[in-house]
């Protein structure tokens, strides 16, 4: 349902229809959506980046990744014989979530 088509009337025809028990969260609801009117939405996410931000960024990522692939997949393959000839240890984190020293 697109909000922009509602009418006043069709909201009018919903609460009339509504069990009586009903119409006191409906008039809550109302006085609250009333008392709080929606602010224009950002440019932009949380972090202030648009869209066209975000697209030069995954954009300078894939570049970064298909300049250095080969390295990545060496370091990769070392990293796996290394845990295959029990030359790994576990990782350990602190209480809060940080990797211990």
């Known amino acids: 349902m697109q909000t922009s088509t509602i009418t006043p009337?069709?909201?009018?025809?919903?609460?009339?229809?509504l069990?009586?028990?009903?119409?006191a969260s409906v008039y809550d609801f109302a006085l609250f959506v009333k008392?709080?009117?929606l602010s224009a939405a950002p440019e932009g996410d949380v972090f202030g980046e648009t869209e066209?931000?975000?697209?030069?960024d995954e954009e300078q990522w894939d570049?970064?990744?298909?300049?250095?692939?080969?390295r990545l997949r060496r370091i990769a393959h070392e990293a796996a014989?290394?845990?295959?000839?029990?030359?790994?240890?576990?990782?350990?984190?602190?209480?809060?979530?940080r990797l211990a020293q």
Do not use: I
């Not at 009337?9 to 229809?17: H, K, P, R, S, Y």
């Open 9 to 17: 009337q069709q909201v009018m025809d919903v609460v009339l229809a």
């Open 19 to 23: 069990p009586p028990d009903r119409l």
């Open 35 to 37: 008392a709080h009117p």
């Open 52 to 56: 066209d931000d975000l697209r030069a």
């Open 63 to 70: 570049q970064q990744f298909a300049a250095s692939r080969d």
């Open 81 to 97: 014989a290394d845990y295959q000839a029990h030359q790994t240890q576990p990782m350990k984190f602190t209480a809060d979530g």
